[in-house]
T-cell receptor
Framework: GAVVSQHPSWVICKSGTSVKIECRSL??????MFWYRQFPKQSLMLMAT?????????EQGVEKDKFLINHASLTLSTLTVTSAHPEDSSFYIC?????????????FGNGTRLTVT | DQQVKQNSPSLSVQEGRISILNCDYT??????FLWYKKYPAEGPTFLIS?????DKNEDGRFTVFLNKSAKHLSLHIVPSQPGDSAVYFC???????????FGKGITLSVRP
């Protein structure tokens, strides 16, 4: 089945630094990837839609200059949390849909636990 | 505004019995619905989906029922197994290739 790999699985960084999270579709091409964020005991909240070769589409309330998304190829999207602060500590999950497959569901990576100290 | 609602935060059932997980939605434009299972510190795993042209979809022990008039769907797991213990998310979208909106999830515990 479709596999989405996310790296790193966890990261601890100091306040003010930047962190990059990678999301790869391992056995399929994904023209669109989605980045979600989950706080403890909360739902998965969509942050942005990552489109290969074009600018990402951000959800309302998500700062595009803080959460930089790059989707340079059909199998890789990256999310960079710039100038991270403790309130950015969260669980970030990427997902992708297999192109060309009717009603293909979103497949998720295993997430990245970000802790900003 | 929560467009997908899972009003019960948790459910506990005996092994072998049926688990019924409920989900309600408010956006009448939603026409594609999915259930995901999630373990702590992992990404959600797709379980089953249903299009609005159907009212039932079955896959092994998992069956999803959709009641469009009531804007309600449910996931039935029968028989429930201890390995089913996890958080279950209901999700919906406008079209099968659109972004998903998730509910808050429900924690299912299956007692041996």
């Amino acid at each position: 089945g479709a596999v989405v790999s996310q790296h790193p699985s966890w990261v601890i960084c100091k306040s003010g630094t930047s962190v990059k999270i990678e999301c790869r579709s391992l056995d399929f091409q994904a023209t669109t990837m989605f980045w979600y964020r989950q706080f403890p005991k909360q739902s998965l909240m969509l942050m942005a839609t990552s489109n290969e070769g074009s600018k990402a589409t951000y959800e309302q309330g998500v700062e595009k200059d803080k959460f930089l998304i790059n989707h340079a190829s059909l199998t890789l999207s990256t999310l960079t949390v710039t100038s991270a602060h403790p309130e950015d500590s969260s669980f970030y999950i990427c997902s992708a849909r297999q192109g060309g497959v009717y009603n293909s569901p979103l497949h998720f990576g295993n997430g990245t636990r970000l802790t900003v100290t | 505004d929560q467009q997908v609602k899972q009003n019960s935060p948790s459910l506990s059932v005996q092994e072998g019995r049926i688990s019924i997980l409920n989900c309600d939605y408010t956006n009448s434009m939603f026409d594609y619905f999915l259930w995901y299972k999630k373990y702590p510190a992992e990404g959600p795993t797709f379980l089953i989906s249903i299009s609005s042209i159907k009212d039932k979809n079955e896959d092994g022990r998992f069956t999803v029922f959709l009641n469009k008039s009531a804007k309600h769907l449910s996931l039935h797991i029968v028989p429930s197994q201890p390995g089913d213990s996890a958080v279950y998310f209901c999700a919906a979208s406008e079209g099968a290739n659109s972004k998903l909106t998730f509910g808050k999830g429900i924690t299912l515990s299956v007692r041996p």
